[in-house]
């Protein structure tokens, strides 16, 4: 399968563009935003999980990056809450195992480079965010790699961002709130994957929390 796999071009999915598919598993549902391979792919997806719903036991061979956006997601290591982001390196491995409420998270799986080996959880609610490049941006930095950098923003209402280009690419996903772009308006849930060099102004008028990759796509 080869979904969004041109990483030259941009793509935009909003919520309701969101198309669920079952997964192998019972009660798990995906939303697959860009995937290369079948069952075991280089893929970017939001995954569903219903009510005491399980997955079996797997390993990451290109390892596993996630943020739990609904419920509880829990392996043998942990419960994950709503807000925490986790990095499984390559070669780990868990069966991941769902509560009561269900949950909801975006994963991204066999996209870590050979030297990136740090495994972390980060609860993104306790953690302190800094002041960013400009006014009304505030940074929680997640990860940081030559190849990529991961990063919470959160846009104060009002928020203006100038023109500006991605070297490397970029990715977001809309947590809260909205903001805009000469493109189009992106509320809740919009994933975005803007290529390589790729150019924009971006505004927002209610403010949001982001989700943010950058560096990480190759040059067209």
Known sequence: MRLNADFSRRVVIRPEDRDWVASPAAGVERMMLDRIGEEVARATSVVRFAPNSAFDAHTHGGGEEYLVLEGVFSDEAGDYPAGT???????????????????????????????????????????????????????????????????????????????????????????????????????????????DGFAHEATSDEGCLLYVKTGHLPPA
């Open 85 to 195: 982001y986790v990095r499984n390196p390559i070669g780990t491995a868990h069966r991941p195992h769902i509560g009561p409420e269900g949950a909801t998270i975006l994963v991204k799986l066999h996209q870590f480079a050979e030297g990136d080996t740090e495994q972390k959880v980060v609860d993104t609610r306790a953690a302190g965010f800094v002041p960013g490049p400009l006014a009304g941006v505030e940074v929680l930095p997640l990860h940081s790699v030559p190849s990529e950098e991961v990063t919470l923003q959160r846009w104060a209402p009002g928020s203006v961002v100038p023109s500006h280009a991605h070297p490397g690419g970029q990715e977001v996903f809309v947590l809260e709130g909205s903001f805009a772009d000469e493109h189009g308006q992106y509320p809740a849930g919009t994933w975005i994957r803007n290529p």
